[in-house]
């Protein structure tokens, strides 16, 4: 395994370091307790690199390192041309160290490093990109208040960002919540997912070299149930932005209540991607297949039930079933797989029992269904791409989150039929429509209830365009001028006149 991309000198040494420390105040250092933890390869089960394990003692170092530089003002009264100067850079050392960000990640996550090389690494440098650009154009607001007086607000930052990140794109995670903080003029103590830190910390090493004052960014690996549950709890974070399962953004929602900390929350979905009969049919398959089998199916917004219209139905499994059944799955390195390994032996076991509990509840596997223990995979976290028919709305896997690469089939009547089907949910993160018929497009994308909805496409993104779910999905807006409201909050001034 491995053995298509030969791997940097930067990247072998980086993961062969004894102890890839953690970033607290400008310094890398070891835990507190000394304690640290393995980060596995998920392609080949083996130990890829031993990662500083945070807890609550190295959490209260981080933030008060956070809340001592946002309250110096360093970081906030920074002339804005020069924060703007700064993350523009950052853009620059994560292109110009594209290759080395992009093996990282493939090693630590398993997805295809063609993934990682030409989706991930260049969009977090993207995402840097497009808010160093808000920050100074980023306003205030004179109000027609009384004449006597004088009404202006502020956009102020909302101070010091816990922000707690999951596994599935874990630099481009680490962007959408670093680049809106840092150009509203935040600080920020990052704890990147167990399972995957590495991209994160080395992001750690870029900030220094762009120019990210000490103590603005601390980035604090380890477990969920202690660094992680230490941030939400700290008294001195103001803020908590969080993607993750719906489970744990439930947890954290309760926590912060104590504090009264802002929260913005990213969390699982169900999401349906719909296709008439009238739809391009080889365009809709394709759709189909990337709205799930994108990153092995560990993606939030994946079109996870699939809506066919009834009369088209068959043909379409046929033909889904048929292309699933030839993406190839293996060595994340080689370029030609389309499908990698999950991110873990817990996510895998998590997996295979919806696959038993699908098969168990009576839908049918048209392909895939099991493990992927071929040739060279028996030590990776593998799963065949999979796809369900015969699926009833009432079963596991129509209504649970599974995040790998499962689809569930369900036939539609008409419109209405897609539509209540399609909401049938707790989650609203997101939907597809495929259709010829604008006015159906229209009328379908307005009656769905999901932040994002895809019309002859699925899982496009851009910086520009918010992102963030309806109803169990979560709240607030990520990405566009909207993340700026998340990351800053408004104060009302009064001067008499
Ligand atoms: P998770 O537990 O929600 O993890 C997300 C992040 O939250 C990780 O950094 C995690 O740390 C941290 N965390 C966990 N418990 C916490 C707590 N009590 N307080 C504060 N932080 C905490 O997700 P997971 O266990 O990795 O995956 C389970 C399921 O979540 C997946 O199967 C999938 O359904 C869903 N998921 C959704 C997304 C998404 O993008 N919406 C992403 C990943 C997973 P640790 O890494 O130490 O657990
Ligand atoms: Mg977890």
Redesign the pocket.
Known sequence: MGAAVKLDASVESFVHAPVRKMLIDGRWVEAASGKTFETPNPATGEVLARVAAGDAEDIDRAVKAARRVFDDGAWVRMRPTERERILLRIAELIEAHGDELAQLETLDNGKPFTESRYVDIPSAAATFRYYAGWITKTYGETNPSDPDYFNFTLREPVGVCGQ??????PLL?AAWKLGPALACGNTSVL??????PLTALRLGELLIEAGVPAGVVNIVP???????????RHPMVDK?A????????K??HR?TADTVKRVSL????KSPNIVFSDADPEAAVQGALLGVFFNAG????AGTRLFVEQKMHDQFAEQLAKFAGGMQQGDPFDPSTRIGPL??K??LD??TGYLAAGKKEGAKVITGGERNTGKGLEKGYFVKPTVFTGVRTDMKIAR?????PVVSMIPFKDENDAVLQGNNTTYG?AAGVWTRDVSKAHRVARALRAGTVWVNCYNVFDPAAPFGGYKE??YGRELGRYALDLYTQVKSVWMRI
């Open positions: 707690i990140i999951p596994w599935n794109f995670m704890k990147p997912a167990e399972q995957t380890g477990f969920g149930e202690t660094a992680g549950a230490a941030l939400v908590i969080f993607t993750g399962s719906t489970e744990v953004g947890e954290i926590a990213e969390l699982g979905g560990q993606v939030c917004c991110v873990s817990e996510q998590r997996v649970e989150e599974i995040f790998g993160l999905s979560g």
